[in-house]
C-alpha cells in the first residue's frame, strides 16, 4: 500500500489550502484514513479521520475550520482547511488502515504517507 499525500503550500492566516492523499495498492474503499499533523517540536495529533462509510471525526483544534472528505472513484482522501491559523503550521500525514469499522488508534494505522508541509503567515 503506498500513500501520496500532496497540495501543501505557504498560506496566510484566514486563507484556505485542500492537501490530497493518493492510495495505491489496496481495497481503497474498504480502507479508513487518516489525517495526522506534527509541528516542530510537538508530538503528531490527530487532524481528522474518515472510516470506509465516511464516518468522520476531528481533533478539537481544527473542529469547525476543516473538512476530510473522500471519493472512493479517485483512491484519494483530502482535507479542506479554512480560517487557517499560525498554529496549524506543521507537516500533514496521511494514514492508512485496512478497516470497515472506525480505527481511533493511532498506532493502527499501518501505512503512511510521506507527509505534506503546510505553512500559515501571520
Known amino acids: 500500500v503506498q500513500l501520496q499525500a500532496s497540495g501543501g503550500g505557504l498560506v496566510q492566516a484566514g486563507g484556505s489550502l485542500r492537501v490530497s492523499c493518493l492510495v495505491s495498492g489496496s481495497i481503497f474503499s474498504a480502507t479508513g484514513m487518516g489525517w495526522y499533523r506534527q509541528a516542530p517540536g510537538k508530538q503528531r495529533e490527530l487532524v481528522a479521520r474518515?472510516?470506509?462509510?465516511?464516518?468522520?471525526q476531528y481533533g478539537d483544534s481544527v473542529k469547525g475550520r476543516f473538512t476530510i472528505s473522500r471519493d472512493n472513484a479517485q483512491n484519494t482522501v483530502y482535507l479542506q482547511m479554512n480560517s487557517l491559523k499560525p498554529d496549524d503550521t506543521a507537516v500533514y500525514y496521511c494514514a492508512a488502515v485496512e478497516s470497515v469499522v472506525v480505527v481511533t488508534e493511532e498506532w493502527r494505522y499501518n501505512y503512511w504517507g510521506q507527509g505534506t508541509l503546510v505553512t500559515v503567515s501571520s
Open positions: 474518515i472510516s470506509s462509510l465516511g464516518a468522520t
